[in-house]
């Protein structure tokens, strides 16, 4: 009803009923950016180009800049350009065979470049390094490519972040997806509810960020 207002007193200023859409929803965008978080961030992807631009230029710059590799492979890996992650990666890795993060990110990248034994490989001696490292992360990366192949690893995989990892809404939202995939409806259902419960334990300045997977939770589990 508020919005219908809105709308209907935007029109009768703007006296275009387009435009009015228009402005009314650059409002709710930035209402929601605000105060809610459901919506992505349109200028995330901005920042994260202009990041890969200055590491990619800092690369040809300097072509044995290990700081500025990882950080591209980082990047890319965030674009979901797994080839270009891993090619930066098996450049620097002889340099930081003893980083858990870089030999956990390889990994991932093997993994979602089709080689899922060498990266389930990378992956577990990453853990071996460093139990914690990316929080859980790449238990769900590999059940994700686990999960058409092998259901029985990729529930294990599962069972491991769970372990792993307490505190994230969205790991807790795309763990119930991964159940969803495999047909474990229970299980999905419990991981919803779990992310709307972590979302409900968090302190109010980490709400924000999270609060998009915990509502995504429980639209989830209320149609489920």
């Not at 090619?87 to 993994?111: F, K, N, Q, W, Y």
């Not at 590999?142 to 690893?153: F, G, H, I, Q, T």
């Not at 159940?179 to 474990?184: E, T, V």
Request: some cysteine; glycine content about 6%; proline content about 4%.
């Amino acid at each position: 009803m508020k919005v219908g207002l809105l709308f209907g007193l935007l029109w009768l200023l703007l006296g275009n009923p387009f435009v009015a859409i228009l402005v009314l929803l650059l409002l709710l965008y930035f209402l929601d950016r605000s105060f809610i978080g459901i919506f992505p961030s349109f200028m995330k992807p901005i920042r994260r180009s202009r990041r890969l631009s200055k590491a990619l230029q800092d690369i040809r710059e300097r072509p044995f800049d290990v700081s500025a590799k990882q950080e591209a492979a980082r990047l890319y890996m965030e674009k979901k350009r797994w080839g270009d992650a891993r090619r930066l990666l098996e450049e620097i890795m002889p340099a930081m065979e003893h980083s858990a993060e870089v030999t956990c990110d390889l990994g991932i990248c093997r993994v979602k470049t089709g080689e899922l034994e060498q990266g389930e490989r990378d992956i577990l001696r990453a853990l071996e390094m460093n139990p914690r490292v990316r929080y859980g992360e790449p238990y769900l990366r590999l059940a994700e490519s686990l999960a058409p192949v092998d259901s029985e690893r990729a529930v294990a995989a599962l069972q491991r972040f769970r372990e792993a990892n307490s505190s994230s809404c969205e790991f807790y939202y795309k763990l119930g997806r991964l159940y969803d995939a495999l047909g474990k409806k229970p299980d999905a259902k419990a991981a919803y509810a779990e992310a709307v419960d972590v979302y409900r334990a968090l302190p109010k300045y980490k709400r924000k960020t999270e609060r998009r997977w915990a509502l995504l939770s429980a639209a989830r589990n209320a149609v489920g």
